[in-house]
């Protein structure tokens, strides 16, 4: 049984942010599919954010992507979050799809691309002044395609030089989140496409600066948890991109493909203190539903992450640490099965309906109607999506 004194408190203060670019339509490298019912603009991605919330009660942030959510007035799009029961999040700058782009933007060796991508990601951190937005998130497709192609090591001092004067610029609550990807679209050389290489730019910038860790970013096999678990040691894990992988960076829903990984890596994170009030940590879902519908998918996510916590915090550290000062292999090994084996549905339940929600949330969603009703109200315009 999972104990409700220290599960609790997690749980009911738990909140999983949402990537606006998850309710537009999205697809294959081959194909983007279109839905009925997609946002069309900002606000709708908002609205459906919101909606996601209204059924798990866990959800109350949602990130926007700079440009693809560009707006007039940031501000009106915040208080139409807040009247709407949620927040605007992490701010996400987008300098990779723009022609200029194709040999790299911070790392690019022409000067003047260099000085436009600056340009964008300081006016992202105007963006996050006008939202209240504490951080700012930074992925970049920078790389090398071929050896010989550009200098490794050139393109390192210029992505510092880049991030430093972004970094200038952050306000004293304002975080800069570097985030780190293993390949694609550079295949030789990617410029920042580990763990290590994004905390060495942290730790150069300062303590504001941390690292983001994506859970569909890594080799197959990769350790994911021992990175969590070295990143909150040195108090540098800014955030996650939730999502799963079966190859590579696939952005299913989060524990779809493999749910003990997720977690063995919410239970390094409880063991690491991130599930604290004072962690920092935005526990922030990256996925894109081609195939499924969009605020379902999200409310699975959200749902799935749920489940992983309460399995984490249903873990006897007591017997854990026990069994393993003793060197009780499969003791130890056994105890945090026990807790991943554990049916915490009825307890999740259980603390929705003490809340006044729905015990579960994807039945409530698909008796509501909603689906539906956007549908038949989203007709006309043009649909929210990659690149727009």
Request: charge should be negative; include cysteine.
């Amino acid at each position: 049984m999972v104990d409700l004194e220290a599960a609790g408190p997690v749980l009911r203060a738990q909140s999983i942010e949402l990537p606006s670019w998850a309710f537009g339509n999205s697809g294959t490298r081959f194909k983007v599919f279109a839905q009925a019912g997609v946002p069309r603009d900002p606000f709708e991605k908002v609205a459906d954010a919101a909606t996601v919330h209204e059924f798990t009660g866990a959800a109350g942030k949602v990130a926007l992507h700079i440009p693809w959510d560009e707006v007039d007035d940031y501000s009106k799009l915040a208080a139409y979050a807040v009247d709407h029961g949620i927040q605007l999040g992490t701010i996400n700058a987008n300098v990779f799809q723009d022609d200029d782009y194709r040999l790299g933007s911070v790392a690019n060796p022409d000067p003047k691309v260099r000085r436009k991508a600056l340009d964008h990601l300081l006016r992202c951190v105007e963006v996050m002044n006008e939202t209240g937005s504490r951080d700012l998130k930074l992925w970049f497709a920078d790389g090398t395609n071929y050896p010989g192609q550009d200098s490794i090591s050139a393109r390192q001092d210029r992505l510092a030089e880049v991030l430093a004067s972004v970094y200038t610029q952050l306000g004293d609550d304002q975080r800069l989140i570097l985030e780190y990807k293993l390949f694609e679209p550079a295949f030789y050389s990617t410029d920042v496409p580990d763990w290590g290489t994004a905390l060495t730019h942290c730790l150069a910038l300062g303590d504001k600066a941390r690292v983001c860790v994506d859970t569909g970013h890594h080799a197959p096999g990769t350790n994911i948890e021992f990175i969590v678990a070295s990143l909150l040691r040195l108090g540098k894990l800014g955030s996650f991109d939730f999502n799963s992988r079966f190859y590579a960076d696939d952005d299913l829903i989060v524990g779809a493909a493999d749910p003990f990984q997720l977690f063995r890596i919410l239970f390094e994170v409880r063991c690491g203190g991130g599930f604290a009030d004072d962690s920092g940590i935005a526990f922030m879902l990256d996925q894109c539903h081609n195939i499924e519908p969009k605020i379902p998918g999200e409310i699975r996510s959200v749902m799935n992450v749920q489940e992983a916590t309460a399995k984490a915090m249903a873990v006897d550290l007591k017997a854990l640490g026990e069994a393993q000062q003793s060197g009780d292999v499969l003791g130890a090994n056994g105890i945090l099965m026990d807790a991943f084996d554990t049916d915490v549905r009825p307890m999740l339940a259980g603390l929705r309906e003490e809340r006044g929600l729905q015990a579960d949330p994807m039945a409530a969603y698909a008796a509501s109607g909603h689906g539906e009703r956007i549908a038949a109200e989203r007709v006309g315009g043009a649909q929210a999506g990659w690149g727009a």
